[in-house]
Every structure is written in structure tokens, then in C-alpha cells.
């Protein structure tokens, strides 16, 4: 069983920074590519950037230039670098792992096996 672990969430005043943290245990991963989702009250969840295990990485239009994805050195561990917040990126911010290493999919939901609890992230104007 593959657990995800989020950390980093909270409150933080526009146009500052916050960076989340999401680690993956539980087995050895030859590919592993790895996502952020988020959902904001009232609203479906939706993509905001992935990382694959080529590195590869893809961003929502909303987030473009603002936020960055990486993976750590031991390569389970992905972070996600948040700048310049407005309050619409106020959310619930997910972490999710595709084990299988999916080509160009990273966007999709379906495609990911495992998902994080979730960590608030609060932007205030």
C-alpha cells in the first residue's frame, strides 16, 4: 500500500509564497509520476501541475509562472512552490502518485492510483 503524506498548508497573505511538501512510502518506484490537484468550496477538483518520472512537468494555465513543481533527491518526495498567491488560489490542495508512470497524463485524474489526505491552503487579501 503507497501512502502520501502532504505538509506545508496554512494561511498566508496575497502575493506571498508557501511551499507544500508530499512524500511517498509504502514500495520502490520505478516510475512514478506525481501531481497536485486542488478544490475550492463549491468547486470540482482540478489539476494545477505534475511532475513525471522523466521530469517532465505540466501547469494548469492558472498557475503558470507562479507556482513550480520538483521532485526531491530521493525522487518520492515532491514539492510544490507557490508564488505570488491570490485569494483564488484558496483551497484544498491534494497530492496524488500514478505509479505507472502514464506518458502525458499528468493533468488527468483518472490516471493517478493514490491520493493524500489533503492540506488548506488559505490566501488572504
Known amino acids: 500500500q503507497v501512502q502520501l503524506v502532504e505538509s506545508g498548508g496554512g494561511l498566508v497573505q496575497a502575493g506571498g509564497s508557501l511551499r507544500l511538501s508530499c512524500a511517498a512510502s509504502?514500495?520502490?518506484?520505478?516510475?512514478?509520476?506525481m501531481g497536485w490537484f486542488r478544490q475550492a468550496p463549491g468547486k470540482e477538483r482540478e489539476f494545477v501541475t505534475a511532475?513525471?518520472?522523466?521530469?517532465?512537468?505540466y501547469y494548469a494555465d492558472s498557475v503558470k509562472g507562479r507556482f513550480t513543481i520538483s521532485k526531491g533527491n530521493d525522487k518520492n518526495t515532491v514539492y510544490l512552490q507557490m508564488n505570488s498567491l491570490k485569494p483564488e488560489d484558496t483551497a484544498v490542495y491534494y497530492c496524488?502518485?500514478?505509479?505507472?508512470?502514464?506518458?502525458?497524463?499528468?493533468?488527468?485524474?483518472?490516471?493517478?492510483?493514490?491520493w493524500g489526505q489533503g492540506t488548506q491552503l488559505t490566501v488572504s487579501s
Open positions: 496524488a502518485a500514478d505509479i505507472d508512470g502514464t506518458y502525458g497524463s499528468g493533468w488527468r485524474q483518472i490516471v493517478y492510483d493514490y
Open positions: 509504502g514500495r520502490t518506484f520505478s516510475s512514478l509520476n
Open positions: 511532475i513525471e518520472w522523466n521530469g517532465s512537468t
